[in-house]
């Protein structure tokens, strides 16, 4: 089962995380999954920029990005070519390390 390495995020995840993800699983269901609470202000419905990481190393390994979660990406705080939506990138076969950026651009949280 491949894991996901969280890199170390001042407010999210302070110590980083190693966890297991299930091939198929997204990396916000996978995180959410297992305590680590990535904003998701659209409800991973692909309308948002909140659940945006950066895939430092594995990011080959994903299935390329649609034309909607492209354009949704060039609204994002940090953006850089290994950046995905954390809801609509899931995970296949190899390990993933993951960054999550931090600042999001965030329209639509009440939270904020």
């Known amino acids: ?10 407010e999210i995840c ?3 995380a190693v966890i ?4 198929g699983t997204t990396i916000c269901d996978a995180a959410l999954a297992n305590g680590i609470e990535i904003e998701h202000a659209c409800e991973k419905s692909c309308a948002c920029t909140t659940c945006h990481v ?8 994903l ?9 949704m990406l060039d609204k994002a705080w ?6 995905r939506l954390s ?3 899931t995970v ?5 390390v993951v960054e999550i950026p931090k600042y999001t651009i965030n329209m639509v949280s009440e939270n904020h």
Do not use: N, T, W
């Not at 089962?1 to 001042?10: A, D, R, S, T, V």
């Not at 297991?20 to 091939?23: F, L, Q, T, Y």
């Not at 296949?92 to 993933?96: H, R």
């Open 54 to 61: 950066i895939v430092r190393e594995g990011f080959d390994s």
């Open 20 to 23: 297991d993800a299930e091939p």
């Open 1 to 10: 089962m491949p894991k996901i390495i969280f890199l170390p995020h001042e």
């Open 78 to 83: 940090g953006l850089e070519p290994e950046s």
């Open 14 to 16: 302070p110590e980083g």
């Open 92 to 96: 296949d076969d190899e390990d993933l």
């Open 63 to 71: 299935p390329e990005a649609s034309e909607d979660e492209e354009d």
């Open 87 to 89: 809801c609509q990138a």
